[in-house]
């Protein structure tokens, strides 16, 4: 009796022991972004898995925000507002007819080993992502360029006909294919950053996809920070990059971007004081922390969530049956009972407000009984025959919800068996990419304040369609919009593109975005954008 007396009396010191560990370790825990900060250190979530830090393979909204602080394009989001456009790698900038663009660089810019960044590092970068063997997501993004539709799809084999020169080591000169008075902001986007040529040559030249040049210790950017440790499913770091050109305005030392899929589990480490920033809340969760101003934060965002349909997969090559699957979505029930953050019901695919004088086709509306009636004389009387399919999630409790409830939908309105594939990030980007989905959960934010930033993903040609649709006619009302000068006349082909596409329904609108996320109080500089733009420089924990 004794002997199981001390095991009891040790367990339960044991027990004692742990308790105190574990309420230690909790006070250490809790300590994490107080000490971060004293140390200039910003946490903060970023959904999930980066794919790749060459902006050239990246097409995610993750990799944007780590890329877009490790590398600056021509212009920079501005401190007060990062919708706005302020000097980056250029100094300044000036446009003959919103056609011709000159862009003065930064005398004192140079890559983060010291290197001078010159014109000819941005010519270098458009050729690579323009090169038809580099098969870039975004090449069609440089499309507003002369002739660099030509150069991607190889029509064209000489880069000096691309309407890109560097005229000396400090001036750029653009040429595009019609005037573009919002051309600015575009240059936002990590496609039009330029590349350290003397990096990427030593790792195999301009071409080569998935070399090493950039993981830590070969990375070179000219952004405000630098790669300093890229640890896989557990964060990366990046710290201050002591040659940037605005170096002494960057106020933190470090950023920590941690790859947190599950919304819960990243609220969890919010209310544990190991983030100072979230990339979402759990939807449940909306409604308190709207009594919570202190922390919330819900923007208007410039982006559509959206099903990709793969047209090239019977029954989804026919159009009756796409259309009958975006009818048959209740979008007011998604957003009123799933999402309850003030989402919009998406009436087309480019945002309502996505350009002063843009009006979006009001083409899609829960319509039960003409969705019904589609999939009757599509062959599918009743949802009669119709084959069993998945809906392609990439991993998200929100994504989740909203595939069981449009599961439900179709169940209930059209009687047809949907299941929900819930893929890694990583595969779920290729399976979309092989073609190897039926319909998949798709987001899209704007690059740029302007439908085309919207409409160009369904360019036949693009490398973010996915969907297998083309049109000619889509294109060429695409390449027309792009030389137009009259902005009335250019939405007038815009407008007649989309409604052509939503005429075809390769994509299922669902609703146009809000973004709700956290952070905490004692981040200085947080400023709201529609277009998902940081300004890392201004940020100060």
Same mark, same amino acid.
């Given at each position: 009796?004794?002997?199981?007396?001390?095991?009891?009396?040790?367990?339960?010191?044991?027990?004692?022991?742990?308790?105190?560990?574990?309420?230690?370790?909790?006070?250490?825990?809790?300590?994490?972004?107080?000490?971060?900060?004293?140390?200039?250190?910003?946490?903060?979530?970023?959904?999930?898995?980066?794919?790749?830090?060459?902006?050239?393979?990246?097409?995610?909204?993750?990799?944007?925000?780590?890329?877009?602080?490790?590398?600056?394009?021509?212009?920079?989001?501005?401190?007060?507002?990062?919708?706005?456009?302020?000097?980056?790698?250029?100094?300044?900038?000036?446009?003959?007819?919103?056609?011709?663009?000159?862009?003065?660089?930064?005398?004192?810019?140079?890559?983060?080993?010291?290197?001078?960044?010159?014109?000819?590092?941005?010519?270098?970068?458009?050729?690579?992502?323009?090169?038809?063997?580099?098969?870039?997501?975004?090449?069609?993004?440089?499309?507003?360029?002369?002739?660099?539709?030509?150069?991607?799809?190889?029509?064209?084999?000489?880069?000096?006909?691309?309407?890109?020169?560097?005229?000396?080591?400090?001036?750029?000169?653009?040429?595009?294919?019609?005037?573009?008075?919002?051309?600015?902001?575009?240059?936002?986007?990590?496609?039009?950053?330029?590349?350290?040529?003397?990096?990427?040559?030593?790792?195999?030249?301009?071409?080569?996809?998935?070399?090493?040049?950039?993981?830590?210790?070969?990375?070179?950017?000219?952004?405000?920070?630098?790669?300093?440790?890229?640890?896989?499913?557990?964060?990366?770091?990046?710290?201050?990059?002591?040659?940037?050109?605005?170096?002494?305005?960057?106020?933190?030392?470090?950023?920590?971007?941690?790859?947190?899929?599950?919304?819960?589990?990243?609220?969890?480490?919010?209310?544990?004081?190991?983030?100072?920033?979230?990339?979402?809340?759990?939807?449940?969760?909306?409604?308190?922390?709207?009594?919570?101003?202190?922390?919330?934060?819900?923007?208007?965002?410039?982006?559509?969530?959206?099903?990709?349909?793969?047209?090239?997969?019977?029954?989804?090559?026919?159009?009756?049956?796409?259309?009958?699957?975006?009818?048959?979505?209740?979008?007011?029930?998604?957003?009123?009972?799933?999402?309850?953050?003030?989402?919009?019901?998406?009436?087309?695919?480019?945002?309502?407000?996505?350009?002063?004088?843009?009006?979006?086709?009001?083409?899609?509306?829960? *319509?039960?009984? @003409? #969705?019904? %009636?589609?999939? /009757? $004389? =599509?062959?599918?009387?009743?949802? !009669?025959?119709?084959? +069993?399919?998945?809906?392609?999630? *990439?991993?998200? @409790? #929100?994504? %989740?919800?909203? /595939? $069981? =409830?449009?599961?439900?939908?179709? !169940?209930?309105?059209? +009687?047809?068996?949907?299941?929900?594939?819930?893929?890694?990030?990583?595969?779920?980007?290729?399976?979309?990419?092989?073609?190897?989905?039926?319909?998949?959960?798709?987001?899209?934010?704007?690059?740029?304040?302007?439908?085309?930033?919207?409409?160009?993903?369904?360019?036949?040609?693009?490398?973010?369609?996915?969907?297998?649709?083309?049109?000619?006619?889509?294109?060429?009302?695409?390449?027309?919009?792009?030389?137009?000068?009259?902005?009335?006349?250019?939405?007038?082909?815009?407008?007649?593109?989309?409604?052509?596409?939503?005429?075809?329904?390769?994509?299922?609108?669902?609703?146009?975005?809000?973004?709700?996320?956290?952070?905490?109080?004692?981040?200085?500089?947080?400023?709201?954008?529609?277009?998902?733009?940081?300004?890392?420089?201004?940020?100060?924990?």
């Amino acid at each position: 009796a004794m002997k199981s007396w001390i095991i009891r009396l040790s367990l339960g010191t044991a027990l004692i022991v742990a308790l105190m560990v574990f309420h230690q370790s909790r006070q250490h825990r809790e300590q994490r972004v107080v000490t971060a900060g004293k140390n200039k250190i910003l946490l903060m979530g970023n959904g999930t898995e980066i794919s790749t830090l060459d902006p050239h393979q990246a097409n995610g909204m993750p990799e944007h925000h780590v890329i877009s602080a490790l590398l600056e394009g021509l212009v920079a989001p501005a401190a007060d507002n990062p919708d706005a456009d302020a000097p980056g790698a250029a100094a300044s900038w000036d446009h003959k007819d919103f056609t011709v663009w000159t862009f003065h660089l930064q005398p004192k810019g140079a890559w983060s080993d010291g290197t001078p960044v010159t014109a000819h590092d941005f010519v270098y970068a458009y050729q690579r992502i323009l090169s038809p063997e580099m098969a870039a997501d975004y090449g069609q993004m440089l499309y507003a360029l002369v002739n660099a539709e030509a150069f991607n799809t190889g029509k064209l084999t000489d880069f000096s006909q691309v309407g890109v020169k560097a005229i000396n080591d400090l001036t750029l000169q653009l040429t595009l294919t019609g005037p573009a008075p919002y051309f600015p902001g575009m240059l936002k986007h990590y496609a039009w950053f330029p590349m350290p040529r003397h990096v990427i040559e030593k790792f195999g030249g301009m071409t080569k996809r998935d070399t090493l040049w950039f993981k830590p210790g070969n990375n070179v950017g000219n952004g405000p920070f630098q790669l300093k440790a890229w640890h896989f499913t557990h964060y990366v770091a990046i710290e201050r990059n002591p040659h940037y050109w605005d170096a002494a305005t960057v106020k933190l030392n470090e950023i920590h971007f941690f790859p947190i899929s599950s919304d819960a589990t990243e609220e969890r480490s919010f209310q544990d004081g190991q983030l100072h920033v979230t990339e979402i809340v759990p939807l449940n969760r909306i409604p308190y922390y709207k009594t919570r101003p202190d922390v919330y934060r819900e923007t208007t965002s410039l982006a559509t969530y959206y099903y990709r349909v793969n047209t090239t997969k019977p029954p989804f090559n026919d159009k009756r049956v796409r259309r009958a699957l975006a009818l048959a979505i209740d979008q007011e029930s998604i957003i009123r009972n799933i999402m309850r953050a003030g989402q919009k019901p998406a009436t087309g695919l480019t945002p309502a407000g996505c350009a002063q004088g843009y009006e979006t086709p009001k083409m899609v509306a829960f *319509n039960p009984d @003409e #969705a019904r %009636r589609l999939l /009757a $004389e =599509a062959g599918f009387p009743d949802g !009669k025959g119709f084959p +069993k399919f998945d809906i392609l999630i *990439n991993t998200s @409790e #929100a994504h %989740r919800s909203v /595939a $069981e =409830a449009i599961q439900e939908m179709w !169940k209930k309105h059209l +009687k047809i068996p949907a299941g929900i594939l819930n893929q890694d990030w990583q595969v779920y980007l290729d399976s979309q990419r092989k073609k190897d989905y039926a319909v998949a959960r798709a987001g899209w934010v704007g690059d740029y304040a302007d439908p085309l930033t919207f409409l160009g993903t369904l360019r036949s040609t693009d490398g973010n369609n996915n969907t297998g649709w083309a049109s000619a006619r889509y294109d060429e009302l695409l390449n027309q919009s792009s030389q137009e000068a009259d902005a009335t006349k250019r939405y007038a082909m815009l407008h007649e593109a989309e409604t052509l596409m939503l005429e075809d329904m390769p994509v299922l609108p669902i609703y146009w975005y809000v973004r709700y996320y956290l952070v905490r109080p004692e981040v200085k500089g947080w400023k709201e954008s529609v277009l998902e733009h940081r300004c890392y420089k201004a940020l100060d924990p």
